[in-house]
C-alpha cells in the first residue's frame, strides 16, 4: 500500500514537472525576454507617436486634388529660392516687371529665419495661397509674427507684405488697379485681399522671391504633391561676393574682425548648403520643376538668361522688359551705386561680378572657401590658394 501511494505521488509530481516544462517553452521559445524599463517605454511610445502625428499632420495638410475650393485649377507658383545679398531683388524684377505675373515679395518674412513657426504654418500659407484665398493670410500672418517677433511691414495690417514698394508688388496698381488700405481714403483690407484673389485668377502664374525659407523640407508636402504646379527657380551666388557684400552694410574689409567674418560665414554657408543639398538631393534631377541660375551668370548676360527663365516658368519676352533690363544692367549705372541704394535693382553688372575679388582680403577669403566648400563645389565656384591668383581677373572665378 505504502509503495503504491509513492508511485503515485512521484508519478504525480513527475507529471507536474513536465507539463510546467512544456508551458514555459510554448510561451518562451527563446527562453529570454527582454525587459524594457516603464520609463523608457513611454518614451519610446511619445517618440514613435510624435514623429507618426508629425508625419501625417503634413500628409494630410495638402491633399492631392486637380481643383481648388473655388472650382478652378490651382494656380501655377514659381518659387524663387535665395540667400539674402545675393541679388535675389533684381532677379525678382524680371518677374515684378511682367503684366501676367502676381509677384511677391518676401512672402515669408513674417515666418522669420529658417523658420522659426511650425512646418503647418507655412504649409498654410502656401495652401491658402494655392485655394485663391488671400484673406487667410492675414491671420497666418498674426500667429507668424506672434512667434517670429520680427517688425511688421504692413504684412499683417494688408495681408501682403511690403504691399507699399515698388518693387515688391507692382501688380496691385500697375494692373489689377488695386487702392491702398494703407491711405485715410483707400479700401477696406477685406476688399484689397479680395483684389489680390481675383487677380491670381487671370495670370498666367504667381511668383514669391523668398531669402527665409532656408530649408525647402519644411514645404515638401507642396513640393511633392502632383497636383500642384510648383517650379522652382534657385539663385546662387559666389559665398565670397555675399559675404563682401554682408559685410559693406556695415563695415569695410579692411576694418572688420577676422572673427565677426568667421561667424558670419558659418551662418551663411550653413544656410546655402542646408538648401543645396536639399534641392541636390530631391529636385535637381527634374527639368520640369527645377531651374538653377548663378548670379554671375545672369548679370553678365541678364536677356539671355532672363528667357532661359521665362521658358521654363512658361513666360514670353516682351520688348518692355528687354528695355528695362538694358537700362538696369547698363555700363552707365555707376559703380557705386549698390552702395548707394544696397536694395535698389540696378547693377553695373560687371562691375558687381568681380568685386569682391577687389576688396576682400585675402584672409577673408580663406575662410568663405574653407566654410562654403559643398556649396562652392555644387556651383561650380573655383577656390583660389594665393593672393595673386585672386587679383587676376583674367582668372576665372566660376
Not at 73 to 89: F, N, Y
Not at 126 to 144: H, P
Not at 221 to 240: C, M, S, W
Request: proline share 4%; with cysteine.
Amino acid at each position: 500500500m505504502r509503495t503504491t501511494t509513492l508511485v503515485v505521488v512521484c508519478g504525480s509530481f513527475l507529471a507536474f514537472i513536465l507539463f510546467w516544462i512544456q508551458k514555459e517553452f510554448t510561451t518562451t521559445p527563446n527562453m529570454t525576454k527582454t525587459v524594457v524599463p516603464v520609463a523608457e517605454q513611454k518614451d519610446l511610445e511619445l517618440k514613435t507617436n510624435s514623429h507618426s502625428a508629425h508625419e501625417t499632420a503634413l500628409k494630410n495638410i495638402i491633399k492631392p486634388s486637380s481643383t481648388s475650393k473655388t472650382g478652378m485649377k490651382p494656380p501655377k507658383l514659381v518659387i524663387i529660392l535665395a540667400q539674402t545679398r545675393s541679388g535675389s531683388s533684381f532677379l525678382g524684377e524680371i518677374f515684378n516687371q511682367h503684366n501676367d505675373v502676381e509677384y511677391f515679395y518676401e512672402p515669408l518674412y513674417p515666418f522669420g529665419e529658417c523658420p522659426r513657426t511650425e512646418s503647418r504654418d507655412l504649409i498654410d500659407y502656401f495652401y491658402s495661397v494655392l485655394q485663391y484665398d488671400f484673406k487667410a493670410t492675414r491671420d497666418i500672418y498674426k500667429k507668424a509674427f506672434s512667434i517670429s517677433q520680427r517688425i511688421d511691414n504692413q504684412c499683417r495690417a494688408t495681408g501682403v507684405c511690403f504691399s507699399a514698394c515698388d518693387k515688391c508688388a507692382a501688380f496691385i496698381y500697375r494692373d489689377a488697379h488695386l487702392c491702398r488700405p494703407t491711405q485715410t481714403n483707400g479700401c477696406q483690407v477685406e476688399d484689397f485681399l479680395n483684389g489680390v484673389s481675383e487677380h491670381a485668377k487671370i495670370v498666367k502664374l504667381l511668383a514669391f522671391k523668398t531669402c527665409y525659407l532656408c530649408d525647402p523640407k519644411w514645404i515638401e508636402p507642396i513640393l511633392k504633391n502632383p497636383a500642384y504646379d510648383v517650379k522652382i527657380v534657385h539663385l546662387v551666388r559666389d559665398p565670397r561676393a555675399i559675404i563682401k557684400s554682408k559685410i559693406s552694410h556695415a563695415h569695410t574689409p579692411a576694418t572688420i574682425d577676422i572673427n565677426e567674418v568667421r561667424k558670419m560665414t558659418t551662418t551663411t554657408c550653413q544656410h546655402v548648403e542646408t538648401m543645396t543639398k536639399y534641392v541636390d538631393a530631391n529636385l535637381a534631377h527634374d527639368e520640369n520643376r527645377y531651374f538653377r541660375i548663378r548670379h554671375e551668370d545672369f548679370s553678365l548676360d541678364t536677356i539671355a538668361w532672363t528667357k532661359k527663365i521665362y521658358d521654363f516658368v512658361g513666360l514670353q519676352m516682351t520688348t518692355q522688359i528687354q528695355n528695362w533690363i538694358i537700362s538696369a544692367t547698363s555700363a552707365k549705372n555707376p559703380k557705386n551705386l549698390s552702395d548707394k541704394n544696397k536694395f535698389g535693382t540696378k547693377r553695373n553688372s560687371a562691375e558687381v561680378v568681380v568685386s569682391w575679388r577687389k576688396l576682400l582680403l585675402f584672409e577673408q577669403i580663406e575662410v568663405v572657401q574653407d566654410n562654403c566648400q559643398y556649396y562652392m563645389m555644387s556651383s561650380n565656384y573655383r577656390a583660389f590658394k594665393d593672393d595673386i591668383t585672386v587679383r587676376n581677373l583674367d582668372e576665372p572665378s566660376f
